[in-house]
């Protein structure tokens, strides 16, 4: 049974991870570089692989923890 240490830290990193995710996903719907220059196709990839985990670990957070999804306010 988690202390209240433990959803209070689990809380916190599920709102960074939210906030991370949400700015992935912006970058990759914009398809391009902060120069404006097209995205290489590797870098899109190394993006989605780092989104897809990011995304893993709030599911794994969300399992664990499961009051902190309606606590995130991000």
Request: aromatic residues 2%; charged residues 40%; glycine residues 2%.
């Amino acid at each position: 049974m988690p202390d209240e240490s433990d959803r209070e830290q689990a809380r916190l990193l599920y709102t960074l991870l939210r906030r991370e995710a949400d700015e992935l996903a912006r970058v990759l719907e914009a398809d391009l570089t902060r120069r404006g220059t097209p995205r290489s196709t590797t870098e899109s990839r190394r993006l989605t692989r780092d989104l897809q985990e990011i995304r893993r670990c709030l599911a794994n957070l969300a399992t664990r923890f499961p009051e902190v999804v309606g606590t995130d306010r991000h």
